[in-house]
């Protein structure tokens, strides 16, 4: 079993940063993908950036150029620096934690951070 815990969302102005963190406790695979995912209800969905063992990362179009994602796997930390922010990223943002076995794909997710883009 895997828990997350996030912290780091908040209220902020369009052009703004905001740092989210994702603490990782329990049992760990020995190979696994961290990263965030944003939703809100009625919406599908979408990957934000996610990040392997090994360091290869992932980041949604939207994204790219302003959001990095970077981990800290002596401390089972993920975290997510949000530069240039707009009104369209505004929306609920979930840790996750997954690995896959022979038997299918094992994943974990965070209770959820909102973060707020005013224009």
């Known amino acids: 079993q895997v828990q997350l815990v996030e912290s780091g969302g908040g209220l902020v102005q369009a052009g703004g940063s905001l740092r989210l963190s994702c603490k990782a406790s329990?049992?760990?695979?020995?190979?696994?993908?961290m990263g965030w995912y944003r939703h809100t209800p009625g919406k599908q969905r979408e990957l934000v950036a996610t990040?392997?063992?090994?360091?290869?990362?992932n980041y949604a179009d939207s994204v790219k150029g302003r959001f990095t994602i970077s981990r800290d796997n002596a401390k089972n930390t993920c975290e997510l620096q949000m530069n240039s922010l707009k009104p369209e990223d505004t929306d609920v943002y979930y840790c996750?934690?997954?690995?896959?076995?022979?038997?299918?794909?094992?994943?974990?997710w965070g209770q959820g951070t909102q973060v707020t883009v005013s224009s």
């Open positions: 996750t934690y997954y690995y896959h076995t022979a038997y299918g794909t094992r994943d974990y």
């Open positions: 329990g049992t760990f695979f020995s190979m696994f993908t």
């Open positions: 990040i392997t063992s090994g360091g290869s990362t």
